[in-house]
T-cell receptor, first 113, second 112 residues
Framework: SAVISQKPSRDICQRGTSLTIQCQVDSQVTMMFWYRQQPGQSLTLIATANQGSEATYESGFVIDKFPISRPNLTFSTLTVSNMSPEDSSIYLCSVQQGPYEQYFGPGTRLTVT | DQQVKQNSPSLSVQEGRISILNCDYTNSMFDYFLWYKKYPAEGPTFLIS?????DKNEDGRFTVFLNKSAKHLSLHIVPSQPGDSAVYFCAARVYNTDKLIFGTGTRLQVFP
């Protein structure tokens, strides 16, 4: 399976600021996904990012709040904009390999104060 | 509405015994079901999956059972080992899409 890294691994940010999370894959992949895991909750899909096209956002998530870039087949970024304490979560990227399996990065633990 | 549910937040099992983790779903429009294991400070790791047209899939110590009429799946780990201690998530793929819906997880502790 692909090796996926994320930067930063964790951060503490002040409300009203923005944080960009990077996701790097060691092989070319078509589809990348961004998830959020709020404390004690399940993983929730934020958006799907395909190279060369606009990201597709799930219900409840908007581009102004979570802009995503996908400049090539091995890299993507997720920005959490104008943060509030409710944005404190683990943010994970994943890639699809095989017909349906997704493989995840280690996650970015974000705390907003 | 939570379409994929794991009603047991935690499970404690003795080493060598069987661990059974359960998952229920409410939507029939899922074509694959997956189990992931997550250690602290790591991302979820894919374990095993099952197609909705199957009722059992086995891989070493891990077996997943699917009961479509009950909309229920379970993961059996036998024998359980201390290294299996982790949070286990079940996930369901929405039919013919790339979207996975996850349960809330069950924390498994395997003690000596």
């Amino acid at each position: 399976s692909a090796v996926i890294s994320q930067k930063p691994s964790r951060d503490i940010c002040q409300r009203g600021t923005s944080l960009t999370i990077q996701c790097q894959v060691d092989s070319q992949v078509t589809m990348m996904f961004w998830y959020r895991q709020q404390p004690g909750q399940s993983l929730t899909l934020i958006a799907t990012a395909n190279q060369g096209s606009e990201a597709t956002y799930e219900s409840g998530f908007v581009i102004d709040k979570f802009p995503i870039s996908r400049p090539n087949l091995t890299f993507s970024t997720l920005t959490v904009s104008n943060m509030s304490p409710e944005d404190s979560s683990i943010y994970l990227c994943s890639v699809q390999q095989g017909p349906y399996e997704q493989y995840f990065g280690p996650g970015t633990r974000l705390t907003v104060t | 509405d939570q379409q994929v549910k794991q009603n047991s937040p935690s499970l404690s099992v003795q080493e060598g015994r069987i661990s059974i983790l359960n998952c229920d779903y409410t939507n029939s429009m899922f074509d694959y079901f997956l189990w992931y294991k997550k250690y602290p400070a790591e991302g979820p790791t894919f374990l095993i999956s099952i197609s909705s047209i199957k009722d059992k899939n086995e891989d070493g110590r891990f077996t997943v059972f699917l009961n479509k009429s009950a909309k229920h799946l379970s993961l059996h780990i036998v024998p359980s080992q201390p290294g299996d201690s982790a949070v286990y998530f079940c996930a369901a793929r929405v039919y013919n899409t790339d979207k996975l819906i996850f349960g809330t997880g069950t924390r498994l502790q395997v003690f000596p």
